[in-house]
């Protein structure tokens, strides 16, 4: 192990203490673990709601607005670009729903885009917009593929930040060079990246990003964030509209009002009541982000990957990637004749990861140490050794 990594290993055991982690779980990429740091803001709010205090109202509106400040900072945006969000999906349908397309128009997505991507763009197909899945040579999409794809008529692409199968990282501001060169808009599911790595939308370019929290954010389901330029923000159509659009400034004492206008921000596009318990759990799983500092969970989570990379360089796994610096993530992927098998072999010796397209994914964040790596190294050059047939 390089004297980096182990630098980096030593200051993240302080956080260790709040994922009392019974198994070897390199599986952040499906779902990230509850932390002891959120639980206990759950446990206060617990304990208030069943006692009958239903005060908490005023700390959840303060908590979202501390969200958008703190989801703002994880990718380089300003705090009125950010909007709360139950999941990705439903961040992606605020831009396609709201966007001004005419039969004839076309949205363009990479074939091995996740299916969040691809069924929000498919409301678009009752407007009379043709979705076209673009081909991919090597298990991401270039920007030179995508290049040649766009047409005059493509006014959106949509995809992933990190891809979920491979982990492959796209270059975001490439993509948005040469949308914005055709005047189409670039669309980012950013799930899989956002949290683990560094990102400036701005400086990329990024006009739309929607990330769940559930994953790399370390919250529960019900939860995430969604980017929405100012820009964009002038142009898109909110498909809903609701009375949290609107600003009451906390004041609920004259509900019947009518004239109150939507929030100048993102805002404009939250609707309705939010999920208490689980916004004191995104808030908290932020802060506790913003403690260990996402640069530095990019750099220790390569290293730990980097130690996977090099037992699979010499073994019979082959890796599916990514190996190039600006396309790593996270996540690293390898494939095997028995990779079914072997999942189910890891997860008999507590070993969390994912099968994920025929291929193994490994995902570790910073509660994950070198050693854990070893013994997944040690696991699979058991099960490479093991007979034919034996279990
Ligand atoms: C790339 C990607 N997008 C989206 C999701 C999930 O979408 P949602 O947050 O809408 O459930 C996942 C995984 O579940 C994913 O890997």
Redesign the pocket.
């Known amino acids: 192990m390089s004297a980096a990594l182990s630098k980096l290993a030593k200051s993240m055991t302080p956080y260790g203490k709040y994922f009392p982690l019974k198994n070897v779980y390199l599986n952040t990429?499906?779902a990230g673990p509850l932390n002891l740091f959120a639980k206990k803001k759950l446990d206060e709010l617990d304990k208030r709601w069943l006692t009958g205090d239903a005060d908490f109202e005023e700390e959840t509106f303060r908590m979202l607005d501390e969200i958008r400040k703190m989801g703002a900072q994880l990718i380089g945006a300003d705090a009125d670009e950010i909007g709360f969000c139950p999941?990705?999906?439903?961040?992606?349908n605020i831009c396609i729903a709201g966007l001004d397309l005419k039969p004839g128009d076309e949205a363009a997505v990479s074939e091995l885009?996740?299916?969040?991507?691809v069924y929000a763009l498919k409301l678009l197909e009752q407007k009379g917009v043709t979705i076209r899945y673009l081909k991919t040579e090597k298990g991401y999409l270039t920007p030179e593929e995508l290049a040649v794809s766009l047409t005059p008529h493509t006014q959106v692409f949509l995809t992933?930040y990190?891809?979920?199968f491979n982990g492959y990282k796209h270059d975001l501001a490439a993509f948005a060079e040469i949308c914005h060169n055709n005047g189409t808009l670039l669309v980012v599911?950013g799930?899989?990246g956002v949290g683990n790595q560094v990102l400036d939308v701005h400086q990329t370019g990024v006009d739309f990003l929607a990330?769940?929290g559930?994953?790399w954010l370390l919250s529960a389901?019900g939860t995430?964030f969604f980017y929405c330029s100012s820009k964009l923000q002038k142009k898109l159509r909110p498909a809903y509209s609701g009375w949290l659009a609107v600003d009451w400034k906390l004041d609920w004492s004259e509900l019947w009002k009518k004239d109150l206008i939507p929030f100048d921000s993102a805002r404009r596009f939250e609707v309705g009541s939010y999920p208490h318990e689980a916004v004191r759990h995104f808030h908290q799983s932020l802060v506790l982000l913003h403690k260990v500092g996402v640069a530095k969970i990019e750099r220790y989570n390569k290293g730990l990957l980097d130690l996977l990379a090099e037992y699979l360089s010499d073994s019979p796994y082959h890796l599916r990637g990514p190996l190039e610096a600006p396309h790593r993530s996270s996540i690293l992927s390898f494939t095997h004749p028995q990779a079914e098998g072997l999942v189910r072999y890891l997860k008999s010796k507590k070993i969390a990861v994912s099968l994920r397209e025929g291929g193994v994914r490994v995902s570790p964040n910073f509660y994950n140490t070198p050693e854990e790596m070893g013994q997944l190294a040690s696991e699979l050059r058991r099960f490479a050794g093991r007979k034919v047939g034996k279990k």
């Open positions: 990429a499906s999941n990705t999906s439903y961040g992606l885009e996740f299916p969040a991507g992933s990190v891809q979920f599911d799930i899989q990330a769940g559930q994953k389901g995430g």
